[in-house]
């Protein structure tokens, strides 16, 4: 369906990546938002709490991120879109209920606009060193999905995506912002809302008593319902059946994880998103994310003067990874570079599809700043020999 | 709940409507006090004659965290400590939901602590039936936020020398707007209470005091379960509108039970369509009742 | 390569100077069809000290967020006109309000000093200081078509104050052309940064 109009800025706008986040949130339905303030993110809230009263959503500021997060898994089964927004530290609190939303196949987003870490680490500046966190972060065997804005537009046009990704899989989306896109003011173009489309949660029509909240019939996901709809259905943490009823065995452990599992893994070609540019016959691709992504399409023009065939491969949607194209890339190029603001996180996924074949180079960068292009220049010049 | 043999079982328990009856039996021991606290609510329940498919429960983890499991309503399991933030978030993205959350006290006040005092600063329209058994039981007896100085635990073999929470003060103190205690066998005037607080708003707190027959009480060498049930109700003075400084629990001593505060004051959501209203008047659009669900 | 200009913007907290690199990048990215990215400087800093900001303005996509050695450099205080002085580029154009700077002159810099504290008081409200200084400030680098600033202004300041705010702008406007003539005499070329 096409987005709501209330929850949509139509217009060209001059606004930083965390604006144009909650302003992506807004037109993708989003209408309840718990959140605990943390830098670099704070600006996505205080946009949403202003502009919430306005189109019928409501914004709590919670006591902690564990709240925020438990917060918004409830809200989710009312049929409300739901978002929390947060940065590493936070981020680490909300991993339990990360795991309890994917448990659940509850459909929300949650924003990380990464700063550096460890810990504290820098409140105010630039680190990309959340990204296995967002993927292994919470305990046990989980899929989800995630993605990486490299602009305010995409900061914008990705969120929407995100919560469409969240209801189609029925999973957590991690938006992994990082904290240079976030704070960066550019143009952000909102379209009208009969442009921008939207996937609306849809509810089972099932009568109560025919329902049950995790059957599934061979299909990916399970039906959802609302709660207060009458349905007195049962949903928990605890490995359960299709009843939604803890059940403490092998056996059910093997039918309801591995399918939660697989419902990302088995359609990861349908989920994964990526641009590329002269891939084919390069010798050397690098593979980036959000601002890094950037700074590297300068690298690669400043190599290409120096005569390297660069080909580029941008991740767009991070996780699930696009390990097939990966695959057929390292059969035939001469290597992989990997700039990213961390001491090592995507290189290990690249270096795992390549399985050999091209060898993947960090280029890491510790955080506070983003890479001089120079040096992903010079890694990519001395990957190519 | 044991059956003694050549018992015929009733046709349906009265309260078998409001249960989940493919999940029996139940996960509780023998004389646990839990049980009787889910007969309450379901009595209560059915008196109100609220609409069930508009209540839902949340509840945590441990022993009363099965609570919501075996209700038959809308009903959450969520994780350790955070039913109360999981449950404002329903009432908050379906506001016309009557929101219960039935947990144990390590649930609510130790690992959810944070949560419990902050829904009742903010008055969130919740229900919280708390059962309060002075121990970690379904992990095996280790000290609880609430566990009696000088009573053993699994962790405080020796004695615990920690000082507990007072919870009815705890509750009144940060703002909720109903709060009472009773133990487990004050079956009628357990159920009276839930009914009143059923009709009321605003974040209320019921604690219900129960025997861990298992664990509390044989760490402490203090009978069977049926037995401290009994010690419970015998040492437990009725005192209502008691000031809640005075309801601290010491350990196998007496201690006050009763109906300590009943007040009308605004909800969170109260306040905030309130407040909207009038600093943004025409431009504020509340969420409506059935929530902000989007649809064509 | 395209060509690319760098800016800071600094003075201290209060004096609008985030709201000032907005109507800049507002105006270049949404008025007059160029590529604008603006960084602000987050510190703990509070209202009074040092604030800061930059832009990078280019006809194609700023794929580099942050700035090196600006070609243009907006000052509004003293102890921003110390810490950023030696950055600005040796052929750079100072901007500076001439009642706060200490200005030093450098040879081959260009630099334009502007009352605007003194000029915004008169308009009546100290506060439109910064969106005199951007008047001047198009007049002095002609970096944006000056339609595309007023547009910029108006659309960037909060409702009610446009007409206060393109007084203000006006004014700085003018009070350029008053102390440094106006258009092709003072016209200035902006180096483009090797990146």
């Known amino acids: 369906m096409k987005a709501d109009p209330a929850g949509v800025l139509t217009g060209v706008h001059y606004l930083d990546g965390d604006f144009a986040c909650g302003e992506g949130a807004m037109a993708a339905g989003c209408r309840f938002v718990a959140g605990y303030p943390i830098t670099p993110s704070t600006e996505v809230v205080e946009r949403i709490s202003r502009r919430f009263p306005m189109m019928g959503g409501t914004f709590i500021q919670m006591e902690d991120e564990l709240a925020s997060m438990a917060a918004v898994t409830g809200g989710v089964w009312t049929g409300t879109k739901c978002m929390t927004v947060t940065s590493g530290p936070g981020f680490s609190l909300m991993m339990e209920n990360i795991g309890l939303a994917a448990m659940m196949e509850t459909p929300c987003v949650v924003v990380n606009v990464q700063r550096g870490g460890p810990s504290t680490g820098l409140p105010t500046m630039v680190g990309q060193g959340d990204m296995m966190q967002a993927r292994w972060g919470s305990h046990g065997d989980y899929e989800l999905i995630a993605l990486s804005p490299q602009s305010p537009q995409e900061a914008f046009d990705l969120t929407i995506v995100a919560f469409n990704l969240a209801e189609v899989w029925r999973v957590p989306v991690m938006f992994m912002m990082d904290e240079c896109v976030g704070h960066m003011t550019e143009k952000v173009v909102i379209p009208p809302s009969d442009e921008i489309d939207i996937v609306p949660r849809v509810l089972s029509d099932k009568a109560p008593g025919d329902y049950l909240p995790y059957e599934v019939n061979g299909r990916p996901v399970p039906e959802f319902v609302r709660v207060g709809d009458g349905y007195r259905f049962h949903t928990t943490g605890l490995t359960h059946d299709e009843r939604g009823y803890p059940v403490m065995s092998v056996e059910c452990q093997e039918d309801s994880v591995h399918r939660i599992i697989n419902k990302i893994r088995l359609n990861a070609n349908d989920i994964v998103r990526y641009d590329e540019e002269n891939v084919d016959g390069a010798d050397v691709v690098v593979v980036a994310y959000g601002i890094t992504a950037r700074v590297t399409r300068m690298a690669i023009d400043m190599a290409r003067t120096e005569g390297v065939k660069v080909g580029f491969l941008r991740l767009i949607v991070v996780w699930p990874f696009p390990e097939d194209r990966i695959r057929e890339i390292a059969s035939s190029t001469k290597a992989f570079v990997v700039p990213e603001i961390n001491y090592g996180q995507m290189v290990l996924e690249v270096e795992r599809c390549a399985a050999g074949k091209a060898p993947a180079i960090l280029v890491p960068h510790g955080g506070g700043g983003v890479h001089d292009p120079a040096v992903i220049c010079q890694a990519i010049v001395e990957a190519a020999k | ?296 | 390569m395209s060509e690319r200009t760098e800016i800071r913007i600094t003075g201290f907290g209060g004096q609008g100077v985030v709201l000032a690199g907005h109507i800049i990048g507002h105006a270049c990215a949404v008025n007059a069809g160029k590529h604008a990215t603006m960084i602000q400087s987050f510190g703990p800093e509070a209202r009074g000290s040092a604030c800061s900001t930059t832009l990078a303005v280019s006809d194609t996509e700023v794929l580099y967020p942050y700035i090196g050695r600006p070609d243009i450099f907006v000052v509004m205080s003293a102890e921003g006109y110390e810490k950023y002085r030696d950055e600005l580029i040796d052929d750079g154009i100072l901007v500076y309000e001439k009642d706060l700077v200490p200005f030093k002159a450098k040879e081959g810099q260009k630099a334009y000093g502007v009352s605007s504290t003194r000029i915004a008081e008169e308009i009546g409200r100290a506060i439109v200081q910064n969106i005199v200084m951007l008047g001047f400030f198009t007049a002095a680098t002609e970096i944006v078509p000056l339609k595309a600033m007023r547009e910029g202004v108006a659309e960037s300041v909060p409702a009610g104050t446009e007409e206060l705010n393109l007084r203000a702008f006006d004014a700085g406007f003018e009070a350029f052309q008053e102390s440094y003539g106006s258009g092709a005499e003072k016209k200035i070329e902006v180096a483009p940064v090797g990146n």
């Open chain 2, 1 to 296: 709940m044991s059956t003694p043999p050549n018992t015929p079982l009733p046709e349906e328990h009265p309260i078998a409507p409001y249960l989940r009856m493919d999940r029996m039996p139940h996960i509780w021991c023998p004389t646990c006090g839990i049980g009787t606290v889910v007969k309450c609510f379901a009595t209560a329940l059915e008196e109100t004659q609220l609409d069930l498919d508009k209540v839902t429960i949340v509840s945590g983890i441990g022993c009363t965290g099965r609570v919501a499991g075996y209700m038959n309503l809308d009903a959450f399991h969520t994780t350790h400590g955070r039913a109360i933030p999981f449950a404002t978030g329903i009432k908050l993205g379906r506001p016309e939901l009557e929101v219960v959350v039935f947990s144990g006290d390590g649930d609510l006040t130790g690992i959810g602590g944070n949560h419990f005092i902050h829904a009742a600063r903010r008055n969130m329209d919740l229900l919280v039936i708390l059962v309060n058994n002075f121990i970690y039981g379904m992990t095996g007896g280790q000290n609880a936020p609430t566990t009696p100085t000088t009573a053993r635990s699994s962790t405080m073999p020796f004695g615990n020398f920690e000082r507990p929470f007072n919870l009815p003060h705890l509750a009144a103190s940060c703002g909720a707007t109903f709060v009472s205690r009773w133990t487990c066998l004050h079956i009628r005037r357990l159920t009276k209470c839930i009914r009143t607080a059923l009709g009321r708003k605003g974040f209320r707190f019921i604690e219900v005091i129960a025997p861990c027959s298992t664990l509390y009480s044989r760490l402490n060498r203090l009978g069977s379960g049926l037995d401290l049930i009994k010690f419970y109700h015998d040492n437990s003075e009725i005192r209502h509108g008691a000031d809640t400084r005075e309801l601290e629990i010491g350990y196998q001593d007496s201690f006050v039970c009763g109906n300590f505060v009943d007040e009308e004051r605004p909800t969170f959501l109260d306040l905030m369509n309130a407040h909207y209203e009038e600093v943004l008047g025409d431009r504020y659009v509340r969420m409506p009742p059935e929530g902000g669900w989007i649809h064509e």
